[in-house]
């Protein structure tokens, strides 16, 4: 069972992460003329979004919903989440990889093809709802209904078998 104590380490860990991942977001643009730091900060932002959903996964792991064998009960509970998860990653990973080959050789010219436009939109977009799904799932995730058995356990559980 997570521990208040712990769960308010886990949650401050992942705010925290989520503030960098904003963070750069914010601020990347205006230091296009460091491709290095720039590929440095880029780096650390996909490495906190994989430590965010690493983070993420263990605490479902942690549950007595996951450990009773409802997998599918938390999965279909939290299903938004997993997925804008990964849209958002993959879109990051894909924007930062353009950004860099586009402005390694010349980081003095201002470069914005169409694609990328769109994928920059696309990926602020992700971005936004990506911050509320997560911090909403990390904290309905403190709730202490996952990780005891309860009347509401059972409710879901039967609801789902039909």
């Known amino acids: 069972m997570l521990q208040t104590s712990n769960y308010s380490l886990v949650l401050s860990l992942q705010f925290l992460l989520l503030s960098y991942d904003l963070f750069v977001n914010s601020f990347s643009e205006l230091l ?26 263990l605490m479902f792991f942690n549950t007595f919903v996951f450990q009773a064998g409802l997998v599918n009960l938390l999965f279909h509970k939290f299903k938004g989440t997993i ?54 799932t990390a904290v309905r995730l403190g709730d202490p209904r996952f990780y005891q058995d309860s009347l509401w356990l059972r409710n879901e559980f039967t609801q789902v078998q039909r």
Do not use: E
């Open 32 to 57: 296009r003329k460091a491709p290095v730091i720039q590929l440095v900060l880029f780096i650390i932002q996909d490495i906190a979004i994989l430590f965010n959903i690493i983070i993420i996964f």
């Open 83 to 136: 997925v804008l998860t990964a849209v958002y990653f993959a879109l990051s990973i894909s924007f930062h990889v353009w950004v860099m080959n586009l402005r390694w050789q010349n980081s003095n010219r201002f470069v914005w093809t169409d694609g990328l436009h769109t994928l920059f939109v696309f990926q602020r977009l992700a971005a936004v709802l990506y911050c509320y799904f997560y911090k909403r």
